[in-house]
């Protein structure tokens, strides 16, 4: 097979001498059907045009009227960009604006307590239109987004609660609202705390201080040497006064406890302890907590919290009631053996004495060379050298009364030894607590009581632990055993 029907025998004329082939008679009419003329028509004599049909856009035009002739590929680089002008009909003036105009220019903002890896899920919403609209901010009037689908897509994100770093003060973690804190009249508000810590207020007055606790001094000794009697009577003033505070406070803070029953247990535990002993103390408690039980039944709703709000009253009772009564428990030993005899009293003035020098000795010590945190997260102004100060102080006191023969109970230098270590330890252990919930609190006091020192809870806030460890203490080395005999 050739391919001669294909190729004309004059190669400067396409039609001499042969007929057309197959494949140009279908281009031919193909040409005549369709478009109704030649495929590859000589368009220099004949124009064909199309009728009714749409001007060709126009195309860059590289001549060398307007950007100049293309460069050869070998040649460098000039750096020059073509320039497209456009025709001056199809000039619309709104192409010249910035297309992301119409979204918004606020950036998201983290909050405080988002997780890191999880957004909080709240989408932010604008304040509805009275007429029904949803009124977009920095929106333009012309937004395609429909105001109805803007509501479902805002409705359909589900929102999410971020786990919080801790329990807010004055809140039921069971979701029961918080109960706005009372305003009292006349009172200044208080500065906030600085960086998560309680309100700043001014250093002691060293002079009002000493003059007022040589005065609770004189009281408490005087009551204590008339009768055993007069240091219960002594005793249950102070944590009369201490749970008014502390109630006082946590109702402040937002907490509904119940304030009748906790003040009232307070007072009670340390005559109950005194005249029936430490059988009679969870009696106390128990009726105590049915009686906090019993108000809170009787509440309207569920929104008084009553499970957060029993603890917070039981946290009084426990910590400044029966911890309190233990004072009781040590001076009802003077009623033993035949009665009149000093062992209660003199072992609660030696308490008094050992809790005032080892808060005395860690005062001094650790404002001049404090320099370790003992618990920074508590209170940074307690120091591990204000602690070594205390104890210090504390077991000199106990061999200068065991040196002048103060004591008729605690006579041998090891029990006064033994029981300035166990004040040493217990009497810091209870001002830590009672800061570490001051801290949780954002308050500097529970009161104002005592000048120069606060509240009565803040003065005596040692005494409520010490007091329990030095009565197991006397239960166990029986410094007695003279006057038993």
Known sequence: MTDDRWRPENPDDDDAGRRPGRLEAEMD??????FGGPLFADTSETEVTKPDAEPEPERLSLDED???????????????????DRPAASADPTDDLDVWSTFTSDTPVWKEGDPVDRPSGQVPTAPADPTGEIAWENAPVESSLDADLATEAVEAVPPSSPEPARITIGTDPSGMPRRPAPQRRGKPAQRPPSAGGPPLSPKRNLPV???????????????????????????TVILGLASIEYFSKVTEKGYRPAVAVGVAACVVAPLVAYWVGETGLPMMLAFAFLAGSLGFIGAESIEVGPMPNMAITTLGIVWIGIMGSFAAL???????????????????????????????????VGSAFGRTPLRSWISPNKSVEGFLGGTILTLVAMLLVGMRDLSDTWSATSHLLMLGIVISIFAPLGDLTESMFKRNLDVKDFGSIVKGHGGILDRFDGFLFALPAVYYLMRVVEPWTQFAG
Not at 29 to 34: A, L, N, T, Y
Not at 66 to 76: K, L, Y
Not at 215 to 224: G, K, M, S
Request: net charge negative; aromatic share 12%.
């Open 29 to 34: 009419r193909f040409d005549d059907d369709e």
């Open 66 to 84: 307007d950007s100049g002739a293309m460069p050869h590929w070998t040649e460098s680089a000039t750096g020059d960009v073509p320039k497209i």
């Open 209 to 235: 201080a000493i003059a007022t606790g040589l005065l609770l001094a004189a009281a408490f000794l005087a009551l204590t040497m008339w009768r055993p009697a007069g240091a219960i009577a002594f005793v």
């Open 330 to 364: 040590i001076i009802r030993y003077s009623n033993f053996f035949g009665g009149d005899n000093p062992i209660g009293t003199d072992t609660i003035v030696l308490v008094a004495i050992g809790v005032v020098a080892n808060d005395v000795g860690a005062f001094f």
